[in-house]
């Protein structure tokens, strides 16, 4: 199959429709990362869509919408909270899990008897709902286990051949994939931290953080989100995520690396420890919006081992924090 690529534009918009309208995907641009995207009511086309990742059959896909009226089509028993929630979030970074409607069925939640909801911002994705006149169900636009893509070559570089059609929208805005809610008696836990962070929030609603978000999954324990049983986002390099002051890092890394190591450091470090160092920012919104770039970076230049310097554990960066520390199967070095 020929995989093409086109800017976004009315054309491409009308193309992508026209794909999705005949039970084939497509790669479209969110605000948070590239999707991979079909008709929510299609079965077919979404067993496409786990066939091309290599997604496992367990981890259910989120339903993207570009109004409130599909709300109650798709879920029921809704919270209150839930409404207020869109109001201030919506279109955003937000994914709410509700309790699905008896009259949907769909394969994109791949059995469970809920649904993820959100509602993107993005100008293109928000236009291609809104045409197709269904919610689209799309997963991260990479190959099951990689780094997310958050630029359209990034999805070429997956899905090449797999797909007909990528939607170039430039690079995404976050630069992380949506903050994955659900709702609890009192209030909502994060089952996913992403791009609308806990103290935003907390303005709120109450908010708790699933144990699954910063330490591994215990075995015996079935997990509220599938997606947190799997290794993600990882390079092929082996990942390892460092903790400590800057000179106790470069210390560490002169004395562990050899010349296929490289490192992943903030950016504003004069002195860098190995001689192949990518930065990926100082604040939360800047390690987002590189650091799944730099992740693919470090394949694309040959490393076998990459240190990381560990972002700090809240705002954006707390999931900053819980991509890395999947990317390095929870292996981290924690200098005093
Ligand atoms: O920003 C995003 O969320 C991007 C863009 C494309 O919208 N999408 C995305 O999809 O990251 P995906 O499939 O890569 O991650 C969805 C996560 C998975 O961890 C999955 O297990 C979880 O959401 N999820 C989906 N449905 C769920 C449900 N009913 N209950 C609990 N977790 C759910
Ligand atoms: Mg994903």
Redesign the pocket.
């Known amino acids: 199959m020929i995989t093409e690529i086109l800017k976004s534009s009315l054309h491409s918009i009308d193309k992508a429709v026209e794909i999705l309208k005949s039970g084939d995907i497509a790669a479209v641009p ?1 605000e ?4 991979l995207a079909a008709n929510a009511y299609d079965d077919e086309a979404i067993r496409r869509i786990f066939d091309v990742k290599g997604r496992p059959q367990d ?4 339903l ?1 919408i570009d109004n409130l009226e599909y709300l109650n089509v798709l879920a029921k028993n809704i919270p209150e909270i839930a409404f207020k929630l869109a109001d201030k979030f919506w279109p955003g ?1 937000l ?1 709410m ?1 509700f309790e699905k409607n008896d009259n949907f069925s769909s394969s994109a ?1 791949a059995g ?1 008897d ?3 909801v ?1 509602m ?1 911002d993005n100008k293109t994705m928000l236009e291609i709902i809104k045409k197709c006149g269904f919610p689209l169900a ?3 636009a990479n190959i099951s286990g990689s780094p ?1 893509p958050t630029d359209a070559m990034h999805v070429y570089h997956d899905l090449n051949g797999k797909v007909p059609l990528i939607i170039d929208g430039g690079q995404c805005e976050c630069g992380v ?2 903050t ?1 809610i ?1 709702f609890t008696g009192a209030g909502v836990k994060i ?2 931290p ?1 791009a609308v962070t806990a103290e935003q929030l907390a303005e709120y609603v109450q908010v708790s953080i699933d144990n699954a978000v910063l330490s591994p999954l215990d075995k015996d324990i079935k997990p ?5 049983k799997y290794k993600h986002y990882s390079p092929k390099a082996k990942a390892v995520l460092v903790s400590g002051d800057y000179k106790a890092f470069n210390k560490y890394v002169e004395n562990n690396s050899d010349e296929d190591t490289i490192c992943i450091i903030f950016g504003n470090e004069a002195q860098k420890p190995v001689n192949k160092c990518l930065e990926y920012g100082i604040s939360g919104t800047e390690q987002a919006h590189s650091i799944f770039k730099c992740l693919r970076e470090v394949d694309q230049l040959g490393a076998k081992k990459v240190y990381i310097r560990c972002p700090e554990k809240r705002g954006v960066s707390l999931a900053v924090y819980n991509r890395l520390i999947r990317a390095s199967e929870f292996v981290l070095i924690e200098l005093s």
């Not at 948070?32 to 999707?35: A, C, D, H, K, P």
């Not at 981890?59 to 989120?62: A, E, K, R, T, V």
């Open positions: 969110t948070t990362v590239y999707g981890n259910p896909l989120i993207h970074a994914t899990v939640s469970l809920t649904i993820a959100r993107p799309a997963p991260s997310s994939e949506s994955v659900c089952l996913r992403g509220l989100s599938p997606g947190q």
